[in-house]
């Protein structure tokens, strides 16, 4: 089982806005990664730190946190961002990567 | 530009071991300032963490895991390798490597991210 905690699946209106959320003890020391992936690709990261974006990520994509739960927003979802969104952090430890189990965002 | 390149047979035999290699090209697995790992996804499922290597040596495990696998780095091929012993159907899914960064803040936080990924390649464990 995750450490990290997603809701399985959250839809949104085309252009409207949206929020994915992540729930986990680990998220009070860390900022929460999250990464974007499509149907027979490899997940790609979208957000880390405290709301970075890699290079090409577009701008409508931010991130933020608050006490255990970090959050992904999508504000004016294209239909281009359907896919499965997953965050991670590590662990209480430190030494172990974990992952949310994932959130299917449709874009209606 | 990093990129990463899983190999390996694509079907292994339940109870044998899955050996997987992955080649990095575009920059060195000997960097000191990243981790190199595995994460794996069954079918129709979720990431799941495997495990790492740092430039020390360390190696950190899934501690579900962590009985079977071994993780190790050929730097003279730049090269990172996953073997997983017993295998079973359950141990179905596309693996894939990738380079984690670990970050720590000016307010004190860290951040994990995963910001390099290969393809990830399918093995099907048969009976």
């Known amino acids: 089982s995750s450490e990290l905690t997603q809701d399985p699946a959250v839809s949104v209106a085309l252009g409207q806005t949206v929020r994915i959320t992540c729930q986990g003890d680990?998220?009070?020391?860390?900022?929460a990664s999250w990464y974007q992936q499509k149907p027979g690709q490899a997940p790609v990261l979208v957000i880390y730190?405290?709301?970075n974006r890699p290079s090409g990520i577009p701008d409508r994509f931010s991130g933020s946190s608050s006490g255990n739960t970090a959050s992904l927003t999508i504000t004016g979802a294209q239909a281009e961002d359907e896919a499965d969104y997953y965050c991670n952090s590590r662990d209480n430890s430190g030494n172990h990567v974990v992952f949310g189990g994932g959130t299917k965002l449709t874009v209606l | 530009q990093l990129q990463l390149q899983e190999s390996g047979p694509g079907l292994v035999k339940a109870s044998e071991t899955l050996s997987l290699t992955c080649s990095v090209s575009?920059?060195?697995?000997?960097?000191?300032?990243?981790?190199w790992g595995w994460i794996r996804q069954p079918p129709g499922k979720g990431l799941e963490w495997i495990g790492n290597?740092?430039?020390?040596?360390?190696?950190y495990y899934n501690p579900s895991l962590k009985s079977r696998v071994t993780i190790s780095v050929d730097t003279s091929k730049n090269q990172l390798s996953l073997k997983l012993r017993s295998v079973t159907a359950a141990d179905t899914a596309v693996y894939f490597c990738a380079r984690e960064d670990v970050l720590r803040y000016f307010d004190g936080s860290w951040g994990s991210l995963l910001d390099y990924w290969g393809q990830g390649t399918l093995v099907t464990v048969s009976s």
């Open positions: 730190g405290k709301n």
């Open positions: 575009g920059g060195s697995i000997s960097s000191s300032t990243y981790y």
């Open positions: 680990s998220l009070r020391s860390y900022y």
């Open positions: 290597t740092y430039s020390s040596g360390s190696t």
